[in-house]
């Protein structure tokens, strides 16, 4: 009796694996297209808001570097702050890459960001732009 419980719960086992691993693949895109659906509107913001943060970062130096007048250094700390929307556009990043997409999902996620909005041009030329 003993061997034929240990049969069953072994073939069970078996036939356990054997369904799990191609409902498991045929699942995934699913799952990453949830996931992508999810977050696309939160990652667009958080990329347009970091895009733009570094945008006022370096124009910040740029004015300190020819006139280091107080309400220039004023202007590049208020810069500097908004830095911090990159940091939630990194930890977003992270997020989906623990979530299981790749990184080419990702920077799909970022080319589809560019294109909402018609200053996403700007993102992808320099996403694309060749810098010496």
Partial sequence: MELLLNKRFLSGIVTGCILAIPTAWLAEPFYKGAV?????DEFARLTFQCDQAMREHWIGKMTVADDPSPSAISALKAAEIALLDCQDYDLLQKKLLRLGLSDSEIGELVLQAAEKKP???RTVIGIHEIRY
Avoid: P
């Fill in 36 to 40: 992508i659906s999810i977050y696309s």
């Fill in 119 to 121: 200053e996403g041009l």
